[in-house]
């Protein structure tokens, strides 16, 4: 359930949560592969930078960004100890910086286990957008820093955080591989990184939807929906990376909109619309949209007035490499027969 302190900033309409296994759709080069480009970087900051420059519109949608930052920071409850120096990686408008300043019901704001936030973005309109906001006051210690280009080297030195959080920013990394390597440096021995990010099957529905719209009138198809990674490519990169016990899972948040067209009026205000490489330039076209919309309420609306969007975020947990670390047993030196654990009581054996 989503703490109450967080309700106002949800949408015109309510946000709804399941979990199931994802449908494999993805677009992730193999660890250690030659860099390909997906994202035009270039694009994807005109688009960020814009967006913020609306500060009550982009306020106004930040209702995704919250939730994740709520539930991620969540995780940190289950990591009994103190974190002098925490980075906020892909900070957005320090949605993370806010949400750990949330009282947590039996125990103080999360806030409170840490001396220092470092809040880091390419996007200084956003990462800048609510500086003066009075979260910023309830953190014990706070700075912004901004980076350059997702695909540039971080500007940290070799083990200086205790902590990395990232919260719905590695999606538009092209080099996610190398991305991931470059925390890891950061951290410093036995250190945690927790981060949240679209992907799978994220906006399916809308996709699907201007998939046939464009068939139909145009008689192909276009990307008008960015790619986004599989969760089975996950676990793979972060032990690629050298992150140790590692813990992903997947969560769906569901959100009503109005009409089609409410819905990409909320992207473009988050500054996530479409960076494709491969994307057309100029503008959907009218009769596209019409199309898409009729498509997507015969689809995916089941007949209300409303229409769903899912927002499927991969959550994951790996931990530097340290000297006092649990460590899996050799192979072979296992004394229990998992058969004989999973029986039931007075079952007899074959």
Known sequence: MKPASLRPFLPRSAIRRRQFPPRRHHAIQAPGAPLFQVFNDNTKHLQRERAAADVEGSRKVDYLRDEVASRLCERLLDIKRHFPNVLDLGANACNIGRALTVPVPESPPLSTRLSHLTSADSSP????????????????????????????????????????????????????PGMLSQINHALKPDSPFLAAMLGGDSLFELRTSLQLADLALRGGVSTHVSPLADVRDIGGLLTKAGFKMLTVDVDDIIVDYPNVFALMTDLQAMGESNAALTREPGGLRRDVMAAAEAIYRELHAKGGETVPATFRIIYMIGWTEGENQPQPLQRGTGQLNIKDLLEAPGEKKS
Do not use: C, K
Not at 133 to 142: A, C, K, V
């Open 125 to 176: 309109t956003l990462l800048h957008r609510d500086a003066s906001l009075p979260f910023n006051l309830l953190l014990p210690s706070h700075t912004r820093t901004i980076l350059g280009p997702p695909d540039q080297p971080l500007p940290f030195e070799p083990h200086s955080f205790d902590a990395v959080l990232s919260s719905l920013a590695l999606h538009w990394v092209n080099d996610l």
